[in-house]
């Protein structure tokens, strides 16, 4: 490791542990409302903004255009896309599937909500729903699988183009720069230029990435700290304490065992090296919760630090981004079961298939930003709901405010999550490669 590089890694690290020992002792008290102790936090939270994710979000969707653009000229040949295109895909929906198995197993073992009397959370949970109410309820967001599938091919395909990218909108970004990429291949000689100056900029956005990387540990200590100071540690107690480490936990064995089988499976890759070659993008996702934000540095140390390939990199993590969420597909499962066992309701072995199906595509479907998970659970809790009422009209549905029960808890675990959808995307990134190593000179010769 160079110099600059375990000085940055120490100072980084340093700020993490300051800041929840900031947040946690001199901001969090129990006796204040939410709301003030936003209030408390809201300077910590601005600095943190403006340092380090704004920074970060200014570069998300000219780095997601340019970087999907080189890695598809570099895969060139449109048959070769095909097949790292559909390899990724597998890696992505099983994943979140294993991912979503694996919650479902814990959770009905440890049974975090089983026992647990919802009417007293209720006046306390109604109360913190609202605050989140229009964004789980907007009408215009999907609600049934169909609708949701619908939503993405909506997306898939602009209108316009420009507008979407001004939006900050990936999907459909990353759709017209493949196009683009393709067609700048497909054209021969006369789009050589133009794949070269793409090139050129890819790698000056990748440099203001590195100059940015120095702002992480300020950025990083000024959010964690204004998080843990809203939210504390200490709600972990009871039942939405149990929920929060039967979470917690299926991250844990997510992210430390089944992903890093599968690279060492099929990557042939020591896969506790590689996430500590990726340890930035990761503490990233987990400082800002957002993947989206996160992006720039997963791109950047994935090429210069985890040896993964142009190819896949600039193909799997744009798109990752956007679409694989092991960590929110796995706490959506968690979360819908453990508020229908706070209900005394025990799901049968087809509702908890309907879970999985539902949670996969509304992960899919969660942009990569703060709480976006905890919105789109509503499609989950829907389709339970409409599939208990098939069954029998006279069960008890689960009613949306009930996810004003984990709201609180929220916070942190969107951060923990968070982490992980940004580790799956780099393990997949590093799989990808040994399908669609970097060789220039084919490259070359496909352009010749
Ligand atoms: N914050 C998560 C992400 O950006 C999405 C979620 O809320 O689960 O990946």
């Not at 389709?383 to 949306?400: E, F, I, M, R, T």
Request: charged fraction near 10%.
């Amino acid at each position: 490791m160079k110099k600059s590089d375990l000085v940055l890694t120490i100072l980084i690290f340093a700020a993490l542990i300051l800041g929840v020992i900031v947040g946690q002792f001199f901001i969090w008290d129990p006796a204040v409302t939410s709301d003030v102790l936003s209030q408390k936090t809201a300077a910590l939270q601005q600095i943190g903004e403006l340092t380090f994710v704004q920074p970060l979000k200014m570069l998300v969707i000219p780095l997601v255009f340019v970087a999907v653009l080189v890695g598809v000229t570099s895969i060139g040949d449109p048959q070769r896309l095909g097949l790292v295109g559909g390899a990724t895909m597998l890696y992505y929906i099983t994943t979140m599937m294993f991912a979503i198995t694996l919650g479902l197993i814990l959770v009905n073992t440890i049974k975090p909500g089983a026992g647990a009397n919802l009417a007293d959370f209720e006046t306390e949970a109604r109360a913190s729903y609202q605050t989140t109410q229009s964004a789980v309820e907007n009408p215009d967001a999907p609600t049934g699988v169909g609708e949701v599938f619908l939503n993405l091919i909506d997306q898939m395909i602009p209108a316009n183009p420009l507008k979407a990218a001004v939006e900050g909108q990936t999907l459909p970004t990353v759709v017209v720069a493949i196009l683009l990429g393709l067609a700048l291949v497909s054209v021969g000689k006369v789009g050589r230029p133009t794949i070269e100056a793409f090139e050129g900029l890819f790698q000056a956005l990748i440099k203001i990435v590195m100059w940015i990387l120095w702002l992480m540990p300020i950025g990083v200590f000024c959010i964690v700290a204004a998080r843990v100071g809203t939210s504390g540690l200490d709600e972990l107690a009871g039942p939405i304490g149990k929920y929060a480490l039967t979470v917690v936990l299926g991250l844990l064995l997510h992210g430390f065992v089944t992903l890093p089988l599968l690279l060492w499976l099929f990557g042939r890759t020591n896969p506790y090296r590689y996430f500590w070659q990726m340890r930035k993008p990761v503490l990233t996702a987990f400082g800002t919760a957002s993947s989206a934000a996160t992006l720039p540095i997963t791109i950047e140390e994935a090429h210069r630090s985890g040896g993964c390939s142009k190819r896949a990199a600039n193909f799997v993590l744009p798109l990752g981004a956007t679409i694989n969420m092991d960590g929110t597909a796995l706490y959506q499962a968690v979360a819908v079961v453990f508020l229908f066992q706070m209900m005394g309701t025990d799901l049968t072995l087809t509702q908890q298939l309907i879970i999985l199906i539902t949670a996969t595509l509304s992960a899919i479907g969660a942009a990569g930003i703060p709480s976006a998970g905890l919105v789109t659970m509503a499609i989950v809790i829907y389709a339970v709901n409409n599939s208990l009422a098939a069954g029998d009209p006279n069960l008890p549905q689960l009613p949306l405010w009930t996810i004003g029960i984990i709201l609180g808890i929220d916070r942190l675990l969107d951060m923990c999550r968070t982490a992980v959808n940004v580790w799956g995307d780099a393990i997949g990134a590093r799989m990808i490669t040994k399908l669609a190593p970097d060789i220039d000179d084919e490259r070359e010769a496909a352009m010749a």
